[in-house]
């Protein structure tokens, strides 16, 4: 019996996307030079991928619809009714919105509110009711804007800018209230907002050059607020790297971005596991709809800093896991041995290099660059063979 299925992904082709990034991941020739920002893996009601040759040679079916049709063959007995993650390729060439997701209990509620209020899904911003903590392994080098900074640094960085509003923030920052600081942020009146975005870039009102002041930190959150200014320029937002921590992945390196932690993308390419949700709630730094003041109700305000995960390693494998919910993120690295993989749970593989072969019971599939698989829950033997390398993307169940 089967157990090991092709997959067909789509890309999402949003405007800060790269035009490199996923298609050299994959190892394929890309046409023209749109954008390709995201490539879905998973069974998201918006954006399945699609299952080849199945029921039959020939035919092409929505995940989501093929686990609808057959729960115990795609996802096992016991797992549930559906697929708990979502896998993602992310390629970032200008910085993505200024934004934060909510937790189960959250997505639950306000799935629910827009179930019953009879909101079109292309109008939802909760398709799903999961939260949507994220793991990310970087693939190249990877910045990022990722939660409240210590106060004592995000006030002594407020500080440093020279606008009549500063004052007043940096106290904020230095008493913890992050919350009442965006909130004051949000409200300036527009003479105001102006003075302190260009203040916080490093210019006078008449345009001249503010030297660049003493300390690393200074320059690295104003040389970042230029850029975002470059995309955004009249959005308070820009002052973002002053009161949240600059972090930068290398190749290999994975962090952990929790619900209600304010984030931003900045650029790089990437590995994203999550629950199967994306819902999320943005504060600025987009032509999407924002999402103030409802994102002060889904906010964390603590400072968090985000931490590199330390992957376990066995032969052949490094894992990559996020708790609560369980998500876990294998880089599998063959050549001529056999490694044994966690078998009775539906997984999602995508290749990197090489030939990489699955064996599931007594079915077999190649992953190759460029090309997915998903494995299914039922099956009672997994392992993988050849010479490659290849990430395999699964959640546990509780």
């Not at 968090?304 to 880089?331: C, F, K, N, W």
Request: hydrophobic share 40%; glycine share 10%; net charge negative.
């Amino acid at each position: 019996m089967r157990r090991l299925f092709a997959l067909d992904n789509r890309v999402r082709t949003y405007p800060w996307g790269t035009t490199d990034g996923i298609a050299r991941f994959l190892r394929i020739e890309k046409d023209g030079t749109e954008p390709w920002a995201e490539l879905w893996m998973g069974a998201y009601p918006t954006n399945p991928s699609a299952v080849i040759d199945w029921p039959a040679q020939g035919v092409r079916t929505p995940l989501d619809a093929c686990i609808a049709r057959d729960p115990d063959l795609f996802l096992g007995e016991g797992n549930g009714r559906g697929l708990r993650f979502l896998f993602k390729i992310l390629s970032a060439a200008r910085p993505l919105s200024l934004q934060a997701h909510p937790d189960d209990a959250q997505a639950s509620l306000g799935f629910e509110k827009e179930e019953s209020a009879g909101v079109p899904v292309s109008a939802r911003r909760f398709i799903t009711p999961s939260g949507k903590p994220e793991l990310l392994l970087a693939l190249d080098e990877f910045t990022m804007l990722c939660g409240f900074r210590a106060p004592e640094e995000a006030a002594a960085l407020l500080s440093d800018i020279s606008a009549p509003e500063a004052p007043r923030l940096a106290k904020m920052a230095a008493d913890g209230e992050y919350i009442p600081l965006l909130r004051a942020l949000f409200t300036l009146p527009p003479e105001d907002r102006k003075k302190l975005i260009i203040a916080a870039i490093g210019s006078s009102v008449g345009g001249s050059s503010k030297a660049a002041p003493a300390g690393a930190g200074v320059v690295e959150a104003r040389n970042l607020a230029r850029l975002l200014h470059v995309h955004y320029p009249d959005d308070v937002c820009i002052l973002a790297p002053f009161f949240l921590n600059v972090r930068t992945l290398s190749p290999g390196e994975a962090t952990h971005i929790p619900t209600g932690v304010l984030h931003s993308y900045i650029g790089g390419t990437g590995l994203e596991l999550m629950p199967n949700s994306d819902a999320v709630l943005r504060a600025g730094l987009t032509g999407k709809t924002i999402d103030v003041p409802d994102l002060f109700s889904y906010l964390d305000p603590k400072p968090y800093s985000p931490a590199t995960i330390v992957p376990a390693r066995l032969p052949g494998q490094t894992i990559y896991t996020l708790d609560s919910p369980r998500l876990e993120l294998r880089r599998i690295e063959v050549s001529g041995e056999r490694v044994p993989l966690p078998a009775g749970v539906p997984s999602i593989a995508i290749g990197e290099r090489g030939t990489v072969s699955l064996i599931a019971d007594d079915d077999a599939a190649t992953v190759k660059p460029g090309s997915s698989i998903f494995v299914s829950g039922s099956t009672q033997s997994l392992r993988a063979e050849g010479a490659g390398v290849c990430y395999l993307a699964s959640a546990k169940g509780d």
